[in-house]
């Protein structure tokens, strides 16, 4: 390995350090519901409005977080992102309030995960040009995998000192760990981006400005895709518990344990499998030919679940492949915005076309509660879910890949891709 593939590998590394740490917020919030209403004295809809200000924060404020970025450094902008979401939880331990509770785990940990997440798989993008679907996919993959490993610290603690102690001693780990690491990260100088040949490239065009971007119909076109995407597998998701106890599998064994914690483990894990898997896919075969077969393979996996869904083997295991074929969508749309646009302005765009994962986030829930309850069950959820699938997959293969291919011949291919320099 030369020194260019030893300098971006740790540049990875790095950058999955910084989301790992950032992952805990949003991915262990569950466990401090009881303890936060307890405290606040407050109903459980008021207190998960703080997960909702994390969401939207973390989604729709995410191009401005993007442009302080690429207008500052992006290692001391990803650096205060990581400060900020560890000082969300230190605050929050103090918090007797709505109002406290809002402005410290809601508003804190909302910007600096943001500011992490769009800064890292900006970076990464840039990085590693000839393996950019894999990059993005493997620091999209910590931050959910970074809650693999504290949710049982924290939930051990919590039981041993308390909710507050807790907040606090893994705010100030997490944070100083996230901070630390972020201050090794930079963006590549133009000489430290391997050139790479047209034929293992995507299609990669010259660097779109954001305002031109938003003017063009083909991000648009992504952008409506990846909202689709993200409102059908959120509205699964989402309501996951709820279909296992509806469907009477919640509480029976696989494999000696209770189906739906056994099940929801396993999709954790395959829900971060598939982003690097299917990102190293798209490097190989191209970005639409991927989507359309991981999005119908959700297709699939979806009506199989429903077709299972009072097996409870069945459902514990196919809840897996949903997910398996759902997650991806975090590490295609980044490369895939990112070959069409340009690297110049990458975490910007992205963080444009990342507010459709905060539209489908809002939109998920609602829609699917209010299918359930128009229909008195849950089985025409799955089946928005399945038909929204098969239309993007159907989106990306015959539209999305000839007016993208279009857009790059009129422009013109770039076999090298170069970044701008930032300390």
Sequence with gaps: MDKLDQRRWLQLALGLIVMMTISSPQYVWTLFVKPFQAATNASLAAVQVTFTVVIVLQTFFSPVQGYLIERFSAKLMIALGAALSGLGWVMASYAESLIGLYATYGLLCGLGTGIVYVGIVGLMVRWFPDRRGFAAGLVAAGYGMGAMITTFPISNMM?????RQTLLVFGIILGAVGFL?????????????????????????????????LRTPLFWLMFVMMTMMSTGGLMVTVNFAAFA????????LVFGFAALPFALTFDRVT????RPFFGWISDQIGREQTMAIAFALEACAICLLLYNRQNPYAFALLSGVVFFAWGEIFSLFPSLLTDTFGTKHATTNYGFLYMAQGVGSLLGG????????????WVPVFGIAIALDVF?????????????RGWIEARGVSPLIVGTATA
Excluded: C
Excluded at 159 to 163: I, R, S, T, Y
Excluded at 366 to 377: E, T
């Design 366 to 377: 609602p829609i699917a509660a209010l299918v359930h309850d128009a229909a008195g069950n």
């Design 245 to 252: 106890r509806e469907f009477g599998v919640a509480d029976a």
């Design 392 to 404: 993007t997959a159907a989106l990306a293969f015959l539209v999305l890949r000839p007016m993208r």
């Design 159 to 163: 039981e041993a000192a308390g909710f």
């Design 181 to 213: 690491a972020a201050l090794g990260l930079r963006a590549p100088h133009p000489d430290e981006v391997p050139a790479v040949k047209p034929s293992r490239l995507t299609g990669t065009a010259a660097n779109t400005a954001p305002k031109a971007m």
């Design 271 to 274: 829900n971060g499998l598939t």
